[in-house]
């Protein structure tokens, strides 16, 4: 139940184009849902987070959306770059309650120039 | 968002020494910190997790005598690998925690010989 499944495990895109990355989850309790974008070598950054009163968060390119029934969120990348190449993780957790983040095991993106 | 850094980025070592890492909130006061095993191409898998003051959790598998972790102040949290090993080679980020937000450093790549 602490399971927070994600898809694809890679995704190519062409420069312009939309990258769409999607999770699942199963424990209610989660209130907290954020993507991290992580380059080689390096530590995971807070791209854009969502908690489940709202549906939709924009940030510049990046788009969370949520459908609290399905128990799922999604990434969207708009107008993707080569810039945006990286592995990017969703993960949840229930901050309320402390809890540690359980996260996803991660989409390798790639935009073509 | 918040600043967490990690002492070294990078540490070659011989079978049998220890190596101690050191993971800083450079402008939060991080009540909980996490310790983190990146292995190439995978998701982080959570070592342990610890708050200030008190003694680490250990997840399920991780040797908490091989790996030692204190967390003496509200910014300061160090992962020590005690008679490292060539398997103990990887990829180690540490994660602060304040009110919500979880923030990464920027990872330690340890290379056991």
């Known amino acids: 139940q602490q399971q927070v499944k994600q898809s694809p495990q890679s995704l190519i895109v062409q420069k312009g184009g939309i990258s769409i990355i999607n999770c699942a989850y199963e424990n209610t309790a989660f209130d907290y849902f954020p993507w991290y974008q992580q380059f080689p070598g390096k530590g995971p950054a807070l791209l854009i987070a969502?908690?489940?009163?709202?549906s939709e968060k924009k940030e510049g390119r990046f788009t969370i959306s949520f459908n609290k029934s399905a128990k799922q969120f999604s990434l969207h990348i708009m107008d993707s770059q080569p810039g945006d190449s990286a592995t990017y993780f969703c993960?949840?957790?229930?901050?309320?309650?402390?809890?540690?983040?359980?996260f996803g095991p991660g989409t390798r993106l790639s935009v073509l120039p | 968002g918040a600043v967490v850094s990690q002492h070294p980025s990078w540490v070659i070592c011989k079978s049998g020494t220890s190596v101690k890492i050191e993971c800083r909130s450079l402008d939060f006061q991080a009540t909980t910190m996490f310790w983190y095993r990146q292995f190439p191409k995978q998701s982080l898998m959570l070592m342990a997790t610890s708050n200030e003051g008190s003694k680490a959790t250990y997840e399920q598998g991780v040797e908490k005598d091989k790996f030692l972790i204190n967390h003496a102040s509200l910014t300061l949290s160090t992962l020590t690998v005690t008679s490292a090993h060539p398997e103990d080679s990887s990829f180690y980020i540490c994660?602060?925690?304040?009110?919500?937000?979880?923030?990464f450093g920027p990872g330690t790549r340890l290379t056991v010989l």
């Open positions: 994660s602060a925690r304040g009110s919500g937000e979880q923030f």
């Open positions: 969502i908690r489940p009163d709202v």
């Open positions: 993960a949840a957790s229930n901050v309320g309650y402390g809890q540690n983040f359980v």
